[in-house]
């Protein structure tokens, strides 16, 4: 093996065109960002092993003097020195940094592809565990304690629903269900929340606190906004960071608890000259 | 039970910058079991971030969005096998 031939660098290359050429080569054939392709892995092992020889001036000068004949171990070459690559502890769904995921993917694609894990038979015990919504919707980190009093770090991913199972290596299953909130419901990755506005409100609009999971944030009103108008409030909803869905707010136009005086006076004046009729459609089709 | 490290013999075997390690606990880059007790996964990640950031140049912002972009694909993988 000729390390210039390999990176593709003249005798006369200099060490930052050494650097230039390897780097090049590297993105490209990095067995992480190709995960399972045996040739793109055999180059890279090539390539690092080239630039170990000439990116240091001992050694380069060595081979160019024909001192040493560079080895060709199987061994990882470059600046670290042995171990599998992270995509090898990854694959087969038996690395732990893959699993948050798993869950997800299973719960949509399991059927899709009739997905057969062949996950040792392991000690399957299944625990419950209660989750918060918020927790739910936005994943946290939980300690909990096992009934045989062993305490564990369990993360929850992002989006997880009641019934979904986490898997616990060596420990068994766990098994999630998600508390009710009394004002968010989830709808697929949105949430949906039913907010009450005043008479004036809907007719004027306005900008009023509305509660998302992430805290109050503010929200604008349109002018004549109807009961059951929705508006959406982006990236509010359920997900990771950055892949969330939105929250929904539809609107509930509440009268005042008693009509004043003042309020039907006015409402009977203005409705002798201008009638309408919001059960227009439904006498038409009936 | 696999073997692990602690952060000392994981620099000495693998060459990997002490330092860096302890800087890629902190940023939960690398999320070890027991606290720095490296295992084979923790390892192999730490020196993919030594990947990305020596040889492509990536920066510490763009570190995290790499790692959560391979991890997804390598669970789509395992869950296709």
Redesign the interface.
């Known amino acids: 093996m000729d390390p210039y031939v390999t990176l593709g660098v003249s005798r006369t290359a200099t060490q930052n065109e050494i650097k230039a050429a390897?780097?090049k080569l590297?993105?490209k054939l990095?067995p992480?960002?190709n995960?399972?392709n045996k040739v793109a892995e055999k180059q890279f092992k090539d390539v690092s092993a080239a630039y170990e020889i000439l990116e240091d001036p001992v050694k380069r000068a060595k081979f160019d003097h024909g001192e040493s004949e560079p080895d060709q171990g199987g061994a990882r070459q470059g600046?670290?020195?042995?171990?599998?690559?992270?995509?090898?502890?990854?694959?087969?769904?038996?690395?732990?940094?893959?699993?948050?995921?798993?869950e997800d993917?299973?719960k949509n694609?399991?059927d899709l592809?009739g997905?057969a894990r062949a996950e040792p038979q392991e000690d399957l015990r299944v625990y419950r565990m209660e989750v918060d919504f918020k927790d739910a919707v936005l994943g946290a980190e939980r300690e909990v304690t096992l009934p045989e009093g062993r305490k564990l770090?369990i993360k929850i991913p992002p989006g997880v629903e009641s019934g979904q199972k986490l898997r616990l290596k060596g420990f068994g299953e766990i098994e999630l269900h998600v508390r009710e909130s009394p004002v968010f419901h989830r709808n697929g990755r949105d949430i949906e929340i039913e907010i009450p506005v005043s008479l004036s409100e809907a007719i004027l609009g306005a900008e009023i606190r509305v509660p998302t999971v992430d805290g109050a944030v503010l929200l604008k009103i349109p002018p004549s906004s109807n009961s059951g108008t929705r508006l959406r409030i982006r990236g509010k909803g359920v997900g990771a960071s950055g892949l969330r869905g939105d929250e929904i707010v539809t609107l509930t136009v509440v009268l005042p608890e008693t009509t004043d005086a003042d309020l039907r006076d006015k409402i009977a004046e203005w409705s002798l000259t201008h009638s309408y009729n919001p059960r227009e459609k439904l006498e038409n089709t009936s | 039970m696999k073997k692990k490290y602690q952060i000392r013999e994981a620099v000495q075997e693998f060459g990997i910058d002490e330092q860096r390690v302890v800087h890629y606990i902190r940023n939960e880059w690398i999320a070890p079991v027991e606290p720095a007790r490296l295992d084979e996964e923790d390892i192999a990640r730490a020196r993919l971030i030594v990947d990305l950031q020596e040889v492509f140049g990536v920066n510490d912002e763009a570190v995290p969005i790499i790692l959560h972009l391979l991890d997804q694909l390598y669970s789509w993988q395992s869950v296709k096998h």
């Open positions: 390897y780097r590297a993105k990095h992480d960002l995960p399972g600046p670290s020195k042995q171990g599998p690559f992270y995509y090898e502890t990854q694959r087969g769904g038996g690395g732990r940094y893959t699993q948050s995921f798993d993917l299973f694609f399991g592809f997905r770090q």
